[in-house]
């Protein structure tokens, strides 16, 4: 993995997620209840495979952000959740 990969995979998948709850946090705050849902997946909090390591990396790190938000957001009545889907193989998870 090249640092420019592993920087874009880190800005689409958790930047953007980071980002996506900045962007909502002050309308749930406001009205007092929300509720933010994001999508990591089974491949790196679990499993990794070979070549994928920027991957599997952004993905567990959304999962310590959904854990860290949700903590940090339900004194504000906001529930934060993943879903985690499984692997699938196609051409991009091939080596």
Request: hydrophobic letters at 40%.
């Amino acid at each position: 993995t090249s640092p420019e990969d592993w920087d874009r995979v880190m800005a689409v998948n958790l930047r953007g997620s980071f980002n996506a709850a900045r962007a909502a946090l002050p309308s749930m705050k406001a009205q007092g209840s929300g509720r933010m849902l994001f999508t990591s997946s089974i491949t790196g909090p679990q499993v990794s495979s070979p070549g994928h390591g920027d991957y599997s990396a952004s993905k567990a790190g959304i999962n310590g952000f959904i854990r860290a938000a949700a903590l940090e957001f339900s004194g504000y009545g906001i529930t934060v959740n993943g879903v985690e889907p499984g692997n699938i193989l196609t051409e991009g998870m091939k080596l």
